[in-house]
């Protein structure tokens, strides 16, 4: 950051409001009244992808239920109007429409998965509307051209590079296959796998496609075995790679399963049971159950304290801190807030302390966590970590 945005971040941190507000005395800003700010989220509540939009929504809720228990942001409760979109573009673009022209929310947060967020994006852009931590590690989303978007994980490309310094350097498997989803999603990881194979000197050794929205697996599963990997980096939501991998373990497939983040943790075990033993997942959050983490303690409080059934998983988590995020923003906003000045809070400050979850922004740079966390499915069903790698490279 320049020493002029240094100087804008510490008058920002200092007055609370500096960026904020800036149609104060004017026209209150949409989605914004006396009581109430309006947030709204298209995610995946039915179908194949469900699991991510339940907990992406129950982590903001909770968050904004432990805001709105002090009193709210500056005697503001925070709302949040939902929207399912069963990771489908073409119904991300009816919601995000809807949540912004009718529904008439602050901004958008939330949103799951890199077709929906690419479908969904442009038409946030061109209202103006901040588009704040979607559960996706898409490169598009950290192109410089989207001054609306804020993202807080780390990149798919971060992930991958996890995954395959980890299969090469520490397993010394050099023989890994892909499975990946035949959308933008699968694509675009995809071409991160083939580059960071490349710089290895390696390439996918076998290669399986299946469709979005669907559990049809055996095909790539025949199409992977075919060449006998010694891993699989699996690219897609928890149905078809759980079925892929129970497929894989009936049929004795000896290989090591790698999954992104994306793949939903929680919703993952539940589904492979006894079958899900050794697979490693990359994680974009701390280990939601391990409270030595300052953040953890809080997430798991609030979690309950919003439902006392609820079970911590990663995703649930990754909304929290999407929904403390969005929270932290509006504290540096003071009472006058606007949509302008709520970015510039994030893209012209200091970093963010989360309870020692520690996100840096800038002008050019939307991505606010670089962390890539690698656990293990243990035999009692619960993630275990390998490993944590900061990567410094941005994608």
């Not at 852009?125 to 994980?153: C, D, H, M, Q």
């Not at 992977?224 to 129970?246: D, T």
């Not at 391990?290 to 006392?308: M, Q």
């Not at 994030?346 to 520690?358: A, N, Q």
Request: charged letters at 20%; a neutral charge.
């Amino acid at each position: 950051m320049s020493p002029a945005r240094r100087m804008a971040a510490a008058l920002l941190l200092a007055s609370g409001s500096l960026f904020c507000g800036q149609t104060a005395g004017l026209a209150q800003e949409v989605g914004v009244s006396e009581n109430r700010i309006l947030f709204g989220q298209s995610a995946a509540f039915t179908g194949p992808a469900r699991e991510l939009g339940r907990n992406m929504r129950l982590g903001i809720q909770a968050a904004f239920h432990e805001a709105n228990a002090r009193g709210g942001v500056h005697e503001r409760r925070l709302e949040l109007q939902s929207l399912d979109d069963a990771y489908e573009p073409e119904a991300a673009i009816r919601n995000t429409h809807q949540l912004i022209h009718q529904d008439k929310v602050f901004a958008l947060i939330g949103a799951v998965g890199t077709p929906t967020s690419r479908a969904s994006t442009p038409v946030a852009a061109s209202a103006g509307v901040p588009y704040i931590a979607p559960f996706t590690g898409a490169a598009f989303l950290r192109e410089e051209e989207w001054k609306n978007v804020i993202n807080l994980r780390a990149s798919y490309r971060q992930e991958i590079d996890t995954m395959v310094s980890h299969l090469t350097d520490k397993l010394g498997i050099d023989r890994i296959g892909v499975v990946y989803q035949d959308d933008s999603f699968g694509r675009d990881t995809y071409r991160s796998l083939r580059r960071s194979l490349g710089r290895r000197q390696l390439k996918p050794v076998s290669v399986g496609v299946y469709q979005r929205n669907t559990t049809a697996v055996k095909t790539p599963l025949l199409d992977l075995r075919a060449e006998n990997p010694g891993a699989v980096i699996l690219i897609g939501a928890y149905k078809p790679v759980a079925s892929l991998i129970a497929w894989a373990r009936h049929t004795r497939m000896n290989a090591v399963f790698m999954a992104l983040s994306f793949v939903g943790s929680n919703a993952l075990s539940e589904e492979l049971g006894p079958a899900g033993v050794g697979v490693f997942v990359t994680q974009v959050v701390p280990p939601p159950t391990d409270t030595t983490y300052p953040i953890t303690a809080n997430y798991n409080r609030a979690l309950w304290a919003f439902d006392s059934d609820a079970t911590p998983g990663f995703v649930s988590f990754e909304g929290y801190l999407a929904g403390r995020l969005a929270i932290a923003a509006l504290e540096r906003c003071g009472r006058d807030v606007d949509r302008a000045g709520f970015l510039d809070s994030l893209r012209l400050s200091e970093p963010i302390d989360l309870d020692g979850f520690e996100l840096r922004f800038g002008d050019s740079d939307n991505q606010g966590s670089d962390s890539v966390f690698l656990t293990r499915i243990g035999r009692d069903g619960y993630y275990h970590p390998i490993e944590t790698l900061r990567i410094g490279v941005r994608p």
